[in-house]
């Protein structure tokens, strides 16, 4: 019995093969949780709250308030001007030739498209070479926003004159064929070739300045 081998027991390290208590282990979960929370907690604070910024923080930091009201550039508010007056030219040289051609040369028929002329036209073309001037030496003027509003409008506008002028041209072609016309063609065909010189000028100058750019 002496001669049985015995078991080789080796030492074992203190730390080695004991388990570590449950106590232990929640403690440490615990705690590394409650620190990627609080780190997270602390990243979302670092977010500014827009909602509650006032005016004065606004325009002390880095945030650029956009505009709410769009006005126009310098350049644009003179487009305006021409417009009102090259619309105005428009009716007073149309009128007067209209006139003519119908014999009405009357100096109360023809004082108040003469006295639009008068006034219309010197002002269109000293605003008309200004800014002309000023695309010629600023070529991206001519992309100015506030200055294709203006000649959109001028395009739109003659559009709907010479259009409609023709339509009823049309239409009194119709009658004059079913007898219930009694005017000159002639006459009516003079008054219609006005329009569509004046009017239509205007628009095809306007579009194909519009289009300079793709044609």
Same mark, same amino acid.
């Given at each position: 019995?002496?001669? =049985?081998?015995?078991?080789?027991l080796?030492?074992?390290?203190?730390? =080695?093969?004991?388990?570590?208590?449950?106590?232990?282990?929640?403690?440490?979960?615990?705690?590394?949780?409650?620190?990627?929370?609080?780190?997270?907690?602390?990243?979302?604070?670092?977010i500014?709250?827009?909602?509650?910024?006032?005016?004065?923080?606004?325009?002390?930091?880095?945030?650029?308030?956009?505009?709410?009201?769009?006005?126009?550039?310098?350049?644009?508010?003179?487009?305006?001007?021409?417009?009102?007056?090259?619309?105005?030219?428009?009716?007073?040289?149309?009128?007067?030739?209209?006139?003519?051609?119908n014999?009405?040369?009357?100096?109360?028929?023809l004082?108040?498209?003469a006295?639009?002329?008068?006034?219309?036209?010197p002002?269109?073309?000293?605003?008309?070479?200004?800014?002309?001037?000023? =695309?010629?030496?600023?070529?991206?003027?001519?992309?100015?926003?506030?200055?294709?509003r203006?000649?959109?409008?001028?395009?739109?506008?003659n559009?709907?004159?010479t259009?409609?002028?023709?339509?009823?041209?049309?239409?009194?072609?119709?009658?004059?064929?079913?007898?219930?016309?009694?005017?000159s063609?002639?006459?009516?065909?003079?008054?219609?070739?006005?329009?569509?010189?004046?009017?239509?000028g205007?628009?095809?100058?306007?579009?194909?300045?519009?289009?300079?750019?793709?044609?």
């Amino acid at each position: 019995m002496n001669n =049985e081998q015995q078991p080789d027991l080796k030492p074992v390290p203190p730390d =080695e093969g004991r388990l570590e208590p449950l106590s232990n282990v929640n403690h440490k979960v615990f705690t590394s949780d409650f620190t990627d929370t609080t780190s997270q907690a602390q990243d979302v604070s670092v977010i500014p709250n827009l909602a509650n910024t006032s005016a004065q923080d606004l325009s002390s930091s880095d945030v650029i308030p956009l505009p709410v009201v769009k006005v126009l550039s310098p350049a644009g508010v003179e487009y305006v001007f021409m417009t009102v007056a090259l619309l105005t030219g428009e009716f007073g040289l149309g009128s007067v030739f209209i006139a003519l051609f119908n014999s009405k040369t009357s100096f109360s028929v023809l004082a108040y498209p003469a006295s639009l002329l008068i006034v219309a036209i010197p002002v269109f073309a000293w605003l008309f070479l200004r800014l002309k001037k000023g =695309e010629l030496l600023n070529v991206g003027r001519r992309f100015d926003a506030s200055k294709r509003r203006s000649t959109q409008f001028i395009q739109i506008f003659n559009f709907v004159i010479t259009f409609f002028t023709t339509i009823g041209f049309v239409a009194a072609i119709f009658s004059k064929m079913a007898g219930q016309y009694s005017g000159s063609m002639a006459k009516l065909f003079l008054d219609v070739l006005v329009v569509w010189a004046v009017s239509g000028g205007v628009l095809v100058y306007y579009w194909l300045d519009e289009h300079k750019k793709r044609i």
